[in-house]
């Protein structure tokens, strides 16, 4: 036989299927590999299912969509020589009810005969939606209970009535409308447009699709389009990437999870290095016997290899099948806050990636301890020497090192955000590295204390230093454990705090649009009659999309820049003689209040970092299919969080002021008065649409809470295995304390004694390490709230602190638990087993 052969086949027999002193490893490496197979697995099931869903998802092959404005009939006629044609129309406006007060904002769609291209758009009976009459509209669920609607009811939007005909079940484009500021209620084009809501100026959104040959490429054809009509302020999308906002928020959020779990398998790993440790610990006299037998280091390091990689690898594949089944019950118990419910399929790649991840993870943390156990002479194993343990060969370091090397080159290259992904694996390697210094620190301090009088005292100090201490393990676990409990919640506190300390105090009750500018005085009027204390801020809004800056033309780019969110699709412009409330200048100046000179514009001073432009630089703007050449005035910080009307473009009233457009208006008032309004402003301007604050930031908060979940979710695991590393270092000490506990039960110490010794020993451990995963989760939980999600910084400390001592509290209680078999020891038995 081959020493290879010779050495499994040891390995076989003596490990025979009993996991007893491997079972720390198993934990640790399940939890870890199921947590980064669920999160990958999940993530490629969404984005898979976007893909695979784009035509649906997009309404067709590509899709045009344009503010403020239909096509033109050369541009349709240009379309419809592409393919088949569908075209809609989007708004927000009020609906009402006859005979009642009862008003509710819609996002209002009208559609032609051949929507939808691809998709089925179906009743919630199931059945296909037959096509709509100019006078019968389909409502959704939640506009139907809202208004408690009937079919065969009548609402009105503008200036025409509809018979709700239907309640709709699938709209097959609805995720590719992005955020929707109330219910939808869907009717013909001839329907929306007899309302009289579609007028010059007015806020709509047109959108056409094609459905193309399948010999047409969709990019080229884009390209060709956005060159032949780059002044026509056309949004083009393909159905590659029906949804970009969606698609970047998943990746994102599936990277940093992803992250999250890696980090929670590295935590995982120290409990590896400690269970193998405590393993090898326990097979000395196999070891030694072995070695007495002829079995050299390298037959000693081969049969211990073997059946860690093979209790590894069992481990690996538990995890591999948990996290490959996880997103169906994701689905199941979540599946309605998730942007799109995924079939179920298996992902081979983000299982690959996990088992790669947690079989080196397992490498690196147990080839010292197999390093250790092979290089100690047998003498020594007999003797049961502490110090000879602590012997690593330099080939060791060397593999570690490559293995690791292969961790950081896999989570880089396997990652959306190179950059992101290196320095969150630096970030945690820091955090390692200081735990573990810290841990020598402890120990170091401990052995050049002067002595306490104080039996116990005395006794705790020097448990932190003996011979065998694990200090530096219970460092490292309860430190980690204590810094992802802080760190949670300080995310979960301060994503929580984003909306109800945002919203300030004296925000607005409501946002109306589309009042008609020359009906501006008069709507100011009614509301002023309703509630003489309102305070009302008018101004205009228009709709435009940024194609040139600094001399660079926005179409040509291959990529956009980092946070330049401003140049994708069209945004809010509105003009002012005067510097709007809430902004103040940054660079620059703002310009005379007559100013009637060349195209000014005024920029928000982030928005003006992320593009590179400069007061003096170039800025063209395309609106309603004209071309307006600026020159940048002055940049403004801009506060966001007032909750009133902020754009990043705001120009003289002499270059606007002359383009068809209508005006919004923010209102302040008492809340008693907000029902009063609904009631009666929508049927006075048929054509506002009333939007409450309060819905806004509820909506928002939805969404921070589902991410907040997510996160918590990941990182819990982390958690777990952070517990199971606590319970592994205490494990590997448990040796030698049983050893000093039968010593100090025979010079007369009781049970008490005993465990007041360790009580104050993890005491003082968990005191130095909350305030060092205080500090620690505080910058982490920082990092991931401003610089991953942008948000602002606002946890609650009292929840922090709070959340900090339970973790404190707990780890104590593990420890302690784990001293009962301590205790239970016998002196006599004891004795003669050591």
Same mark, same amino acid.
């Given at each position: 036989?081959?020493?290879?052969?010779?050495?499994?086949?040891?390995?076989?027999?003596?490990?025979?299927?009993?996991?007893?002193?491997?079972?720390?490893?198993?934990?640790?490496?399940?939890?870890?590999? @199921?947590?980064?197979?669920?999160?990958?697995?999940?993530?490629?099931?969404?984005?898979?299912?976007?893909?695979?869903?784009?035509?649906?998802?997009?309404?067709?092959?590509?899709?045009?969509?344009?503010?403020?404005?239909?096509?033109?009939?050369?541009?349709?006629? @240009?379309?419809?020589?592409?393919?088949?044609?569908?075209?809609?129309?989007?708004?927000?406006?009020?609906?009402?009810?006859?005979?009642?007060?009862?008003?509710?904002?819609?996002?209002?769609?009208?559609?032609?005969?051949?929507?939808?291209?691809?998709?089925?758009?179906?009743?919630?009976?199931?059945?296909?939606?037959?096509?709509?009459?100019?006078?019968?509209?389909?409502?959704?669920?939640?506009?139907?209970?809202?208004?408690?609607?009937?079919?065969?009811?009548?609402?009105?939007?503008?200036?025409?009535?509809?018979?709700?005909?239907?309640?709709?079940?699938?709209?097959?484009?609805?995720?590719?409308?992005?955020?929707?500021?109330?219910?939808?209620?869907?009717?013909?084009?001839?329907?929306?447009?007899?309302?009289?809501?579609?007028?010059?100026?007015?806020?709509?959104?047109?959108?056409?699709?094609?459905?193309?040959? #399948?010999?047409?490429?969709?990019?080229?054809?884009?390209?060709?389009?956005?060159?032949?009509?780059?002044?026509?302020?056309?949004?083009?999308?393909?159905?590659?990437?029906?949804?970009?906002?969606?698609?970047?928020?998943?990746?994102?959020?599936?990277?940093?999870?992803?992250?999250?779990?890696?980090?929670?398998?590295?935590?995982?790993?120290?409990?590896?290095?400690?269970?193998?440790?405590?393993?090898?610990?326990?097979?000395?006299?196999?070891?030694?016997?072995?070695?007495?037998?002829?079995?050299?280091?390298?037959?000693?390091?081969?049969?211990?290899?073997?059946?860690?990689?093979?209790? #590894?690898?069992?481990?690996?594949?538990?995890?591999?099948?948990?996290? #490959?089944?996880?997103?169906?019950?994701?689905?199941?118990?979540?599946?309605?806050? &998730?942007?799109?419910?995924?079939?179920?399929?298996?992902?081979?790649?983000?299982?690959?990636?996990?088992?790669?991840?947690?079989?080196?993870?397992?490498?690196?943390?147990?080839?010292?301890?197999?390093?250790?156990?092979?290089?100690?002479?047998?003498?020594?194993?007999?003797?049961?020497?502490?110090?000879?343990?602590?012997?690593?060969?330099?080939?060791?370091?060397?593999?570690?090192?490559?293995?690791?090397?292969?961790?950081?080159?896999? #989570?880089?290259?396997?990652?959306?955000?190179?950059?992101?992904?290196?320095?969150?694996?630096?970030?945690?390697?820091?955090? &390692?590295?200081?735990?573990?210094?810290?841990?020598?620190?402890?120990?170091?301090?401990?052995?050049?204390?002067?002595?306490?009088?104080?039996?116990?005292?005395?006794?705790?100090?020097?448990?932190?230093?003996?011979?065998?201490?694990?200090?530096?393990?219970?460092?490292?676990?309860?430190?980690?454990?204590?810094?992802?409990? @802080?760190? &949670?919640?300080?995310?979960?506190?301060?994503?929580?705090?984003?909306?109800?300390?945002?919203?300030?105090?004296?925000?607005?009750?409501?946002?109306?649009?589309?009042?008609?500018?020359?009906?501006?005085?008069?709507?100011?009027?009614?509301?002023?009659? @309703?509630?003489?204390?309102?305070?009302?801020?008018?101004?205009?809004?228009?709709?435009?999309?940024?194609?040139?800056?600094?001399?660079?033309?926005?179409?040509?780019?291959?990529?956009?820049?980092?946070?330049?969110?401003?140049?994708?699709?069209?945004?809010?412009?509105?003009?002012?003689?005067?510097?709007?409330?809430?902004?103040?200048?940054?660079?620059?100046?703002?310009?005379?209040?007559?100013?009637?000179?060349?195209?000014?514009?005024?920029?928000?001073?982030?928005?003006?970092?992320?593009?590179?432009?400069?007061?003096?630089?170039?800025?063209?703007?395309?609106?309603?299919?004209?071309?307006?050449?600026?020159?940048?005035?002055?940049?403004?910080?801009?506060?966001?969080?007032?909750?009133?009307?902020?754009?990043?473009?705001?120009?003289?009233?002499?270059?606007?002021?002359?383009?068809?457009?209508?005006?919004?208006?923010?209102?302040?008032?008492?809340?008693?008065?907000?029902?009063?309004?609904?009631?009666?402003?929508?049927?006075?301007?048929?054509?506002?649409?009333?939007?409450?604050?309060?819905?806004?930031?509820?909506?928002?908060?939805?969404?921070?809470?589902?991410?907040?979940?997510?996160?918590?979710?990941?990182?819990?695991?982390?958690?777990?295995?952070?517990?199971?590393?606590?319970?592994?270092?205490?494990?590997?000490?448990?040796?030698?304390?049983?050893?000093?506990?039968?010593?100090?039960?025979?010079?007369?110490?009781?049970?008490?004694?005993?465990?007041?010794?360790?009580?104050?020993?993890?005491?003082?451990?968990?005191?130095?390490?909350?305030?060092?995963?205080?500090?620690?989760?505080?910058?982490?939980?920082?990092?991931?709230?401003?610089?991953?999600?942008?948000?602002?910084?606002?946890?609650?400390?009292?929840?922090?602190?709070?959340?900090?001592?339970?973790?404190?509290?707990?780890?104590?209680?593990?420890?302690?638990?784990?001293?009962?078999?301590? &205790?239970?020891?016998?002196?006599?038995?004891?004795?003669?087993?050591?």
């Amino acid at each position: 036989m081959t020493d290879i052969a010779k050495a499994w086949t040891i390995a076989r027999r003596d490990l025979r299927g009993r996991f007893a002193g491997l079972r720390l490893l198993i934990i640790c490496l399940f939890l870890g590999v @199921a947590t980064l197979a669920a999160i990958g697995s999940l993530t490629s099931a969404i984005s898979g299912e976007l893909a695979n869903q784009g035509q649906s998802i997009l309404g067709g092959d590509l899709e045009i969509s344009v503010s403020q404005r239909e096509a033109r009939p050369d541009e349709l006629k @240009a379309l419809k020589a592409e393919g088949e044609l569908s075209e809609t129309l989007r708004l927000q406006a009020m609906a009402r009810l006859p005979d009642s007060s009862d008003t509710q904002l819609v996002e209002l769609k009208g559609v032609d005969a051949p929507y939808p291209l691809y998709g089925d758009f179906t009743l919630q009976d199931g059945k296909l939606a037959p096509p709509l009459g100019p006078d019968q509209i389909y409502v959704t669920p939640a506009l139907q209970q809202r208004l408690s609607l009937s079919i065969g009811d009548i609402i009105s939007f503008g200036e025409a009535s509809f018979t709700v005909t239907g309640i709709i079940g699938d709209e097959p484009d609805r995720l590719s409308e992005g955020l929707s500021l109330g219910p939808v209620a869907i009717t013909s084009l001839e329907g929306l447009r007899s309302t009289g809501l579609i007028q010059p100026g007015s806020l709509f959104q047109s959108k056409y699709r094609l459905k193309l040959p #399948a010999t047409t490429d969709p990019g080229e054809l884009r390209d060709r389009l956005e060159q032949q009509y780059k002044n026509a302020a056309w949004e083009i999308k393909t159905r590659d990437n029906g949804a970009p906002s969606t698609q970047r928020f998943i990746e994102r959020m599936g990277q940093f999870l992803t992250l999250v779990g890696l980090a929670s398998l590295v935590i995982a790993g120290i409990g590896v290095g400690n269970g193998v440790a405590s393993y090898l610990r326990g097979k000395q006299s196999a070891i030694a016997t072995l070695k007495i037998l002829g079995a050299d280091s390298a037959m000693i390091f081969r049969i211990y290899m073997f059946q860690i990689l093979a209790v #590894a690898m069992i481990a690996i594949a538990a995890g591999l099948v948990i996290g #490959a089944l996880a997103p169906l019950l994701i689905v199941a118990v979540a599946g309605d806050a &998730l942007p799109i419910q995924p079939e179920f399929a298996l992902y081979p790649l983000p299982l690959v990636v996990s088992a790669a991840y947690g079989l080196l993870i397992a490498v690196i943390f147990a080839l010292p301890p197999l390093s250790r156990a092979k290089l100690i002479p047998a003498a020594g194993l007999f003797r049961g020497e502490i110090r000879s343990w602590r012997q690593v060969d330099r080939s060791t370091w060397i593999a570690v090192t490559l293995a690791i090397l292969a961790i950081v080159a896999l #989570a880089v290259g396997t990652g959306r955000e190179p950059v992101f992904s290196l320095a969150f694996i630096g970030a945690a390697l820091g955090i &390692l590295l200081l735990l573990s210094l810290l841990g020598i620190l402890i120990r170091w301090t401990a052995s050049k204390a002067p002595r306490p009088k104080q039996p116990l005292l005395r006794l705790a100090l020097t448990n932190l230093h003996r011979p065998g201490a694990q200090t530096g393990q219970l460092v490292v676990a309860l430190g980690l454990g204590l810094t992802l409990f @802080a760190t &949670l919640a300080a995310i979960q506190t301060s994503l929580t705090n984003e909306i109800r300390l945002s919203v300030p105090r004296e925000a607005p009750n409501f946002f109306v649009l589309d009042i008609p500018v020359e009906r501006a005085d008069a709507f100011k009027a009614q509301v002023t009659a @309703a509630a003489p204390e309102a305070k009302i801020n008018i101004v205009p809004t228009l709709r435009g999309i940024i194609t040139e800056y600094g001399g660079q033309v926005v179409s040509e780019l291959d990529e956009l820049p980092e946070g330049a969110w401003v140049l994708r699709g069209d945004r809010g412009l509105t003009y002012s003689a005067v510097l709007p409330e809430g902004s103040e200048i940054a660079a620059g100046k703002w310009w005379p209040e007559n100013y009637d000179g060349p195209p000014l514009v005024s920029v928000d001073e982030e928005q003006a970092a992320a593009l590179g432009l400069n007061v003096g630089d170039s800025l063209t703007v395309s609106l309603l299919g004209v071309e307006i050449r600026t020159t940048v005035a002055s940049l403004r910080k801009i506060n966001w969080r007032n909750f009133g009307f902020n754009y990043v473009l705001v120009f003289p009233p002499n270059v606007l002021a002359s383009t068809p457009h209508n005006v919004a208006a923010t209102i302040q008032l008492d809340e008693a008065k907000e029902d009063s309004l609904l009631g009666s402003l929508p049927s006075e301007f048929p054509s506002i649409s009333m939007v409450k604050v309060k819905e806004i930031a509820s909506q928002i908060g939805t969404i921070l809470d589902q991410m907040a979940t997510a996160i918590a979710s990941a990182a819990s695991i982390a958690i777990f295995s952070g517990i199971a590393v606590l319970i592994g270092a205490i494990a590997a000490s448990r040796q030698s304390r049983i050893y000093d506990s039968v010593i100090l039960k025979l010079l007369g110490a009781t049970r008490a004694q005993i465990l007041s010794a360790q009580a104050i020993e993890y005491a003082a451990l968990a005191l130095i390490l909350s305030a060092v995963a205080l500090g620690l989760g505080l910058f982490a939980g920082w990092f991931v709230i401003t610089r991953i999600f942008e948000f602002t910084w606002q946890p609650d400390w009292m929840t922090v602190m709070v959340t900090l001592a339970i973790g404190a509290v707990m780890t104590l209680g593990i420890g302690l638990l784990g001293s009962i078999p301590v &205790l239970s020891a016998k002196p006599a038995r004891a004795l003669r087993e050591l």
